[in-house]
């Protein structure tokens, strides 16, 4: 870590939240990262909206205590679209920038009136997601698509898994519509994890779309709360975290060094699996 330099933590329940570390890395590599993947309660789709809450209170506690952050990024849409207000409740003087279903740019860009919500099936029952959809998308129509097994699966990629195609094809299947002769232009990627599989997004849609990821938009928010002028101090190397306090196996860290992190025992948070 460098004296003076912002330390942003970027959260996530696993590794999903890379995709918005490469964004904010290209915002502001001035900023100290450290990065916390709460693998021990990985995925947090599946976790009640009671009990989900509740663990990101206690991760958040811990990470405030162990780490100082300047300011948070929830880098997971499962938590941001529920936790933030407790957080930001809890926390009145540390910033927080969530990861929001970009749901109003996907509409505003779509021809067609007909896009998809990818996420998981936590994020996809969410009221606040609802209101998304209510608010600025109702010029089109919004298919809600929950997967529990994509982000799983992104998690797998990274450690070197091959890809099961067909497994990708079955759960994206739903986000393609036709109706009247039009059929869906716009697929929201509501899930940090989902870009780790862009390629083979891609690649097995039955038809081109626009994939919308919301990182740049979290960057440049990043960067506004921060202000000040960007760094110059490209290719510093940030902290990785897992709450489990597992080192990642070596393959592992060699992909994880490639995106400017290395696993930092002494910088755990020990905390047990939820
Ligand atoms: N990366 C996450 C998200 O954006 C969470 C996936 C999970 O833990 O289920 O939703």
Not at 145 to 151: D, F, I, N, R, T
Not at 238 to 252: D, K, Q, T
Request: with cysteine; net charge positive; charged share 20%.
């Amino acid at each position: 870590m460098s004296a003076g330099a912002p330390r942003a933590v970027v959260f996530d329940s696993g590794l999903g939240g890379l995709t918005v570390l490469g964004a904010i890395r290209a915002a502001r590599p001035d900023v100290d990262i450290v990065y916390v993947a709460d693998d021990a309660a990985f995925p947090y789709g599946r976790l009640s909206e009671a009990a989900l809450i509740a663990r990101v209170n206690t991760v958040m506690a811990r990470i405030v205590a162990c780490h100082r952050p300047g300011v948070v990024v929830i880098a997971c849409s499962t938590a941001s679209t529920l936790a933030l207000p407790h957080l930001r409740s809890a926390y009145p003087d540390l910033p927080f920038v969530g990861v929001v279903p970009a749901i109003k740019p996907a509409a505003k860009a779509s021809r067609s009136g007909l896009i998809s919500v990818l996420a998981t099936r936590g994020t996809v029952a969410r009221d606040y997601t609802h209101a998304l959809v209510r608010e600025h998308a109702a010029d089109c129509e919004v298919t809600l698509v929950g997967s529990p097994v994509l982000a799983p699966l992104a998690e797998g990629f990274l450690r070197g898994e091959k890809l099961d195609d067909e497994a990708i094809a079955r759960e994206i299947a739903p986000c393609f519509v036709t109706k009247d002769g039009r059929r869906t232009d716009r697929v929201v990627l509501a899930c940090t994890h989902f870009p780790l599989l862009i390629e083979a997004l891609e690649r097995l849609a039955p038809w081109p779309v626009a994939y919308v990821d919301p990182a740049p938009a979290i960057a440049r928010r990043l960067d506004f709360l921060l202000g000040g002028a960007a760094g110059t101090a490209a290719g510093r190397t940030g902290a990785l975290v897992f709450s489990s306090g597992r080192p990642p196996p070596p393959r592992l860290q060699k992909t994880l060094l490639r995106y400017g992190l290395e696993f930092t025992p002494t910088a755990a948070i020990g905390l047990e699996t939820a």
